[in-house]
């Protein structure tokens, strides 16, 4: 299926594990603001679609740390990552 996020195959299941790992690094930073980061799905096209929890709701931050914290990182250590995007 197009766009889907299916951990059949070992490579996705490798790139899975290593977005999970950055974001497992990032999120102590987003805890100590009052909020919170989900992985929600990695699509084919190398988006990865993040869900914002707590003060990040809403926080006219969150479109700037997404961007320049997140996408940057995940970016930087894991290059199959083309951007990162917010879902409800």
Do not use: F, W
Request: charged residues 25%; glycine residues 8%.
């Amino acid at each position: 299926m197009p766009g889907s996020s299916s951990k059949s195959t070992p490579d996705h299941a490798d790139l899975h594990d290593r977005v999970a790992m950055v974001i497992d690094r990032i999120r102590p930073a987003v805890q100590s603001d009052g909020g919170d980061l989900e992985l929600v799905e990695i699509t084919d096209s190398g988006v990865v679609k993040v869900r914002l929890h707590g003060a990040c709701v809403g926080c006219p931050s969150s479109t700037l740390t997404l961007k320049a914290g997140i996408e940057r990182n995940l970016k930087d250590y894991v290059p199959e990552v083309r951007s990162v995007e917010a879902v409800e």
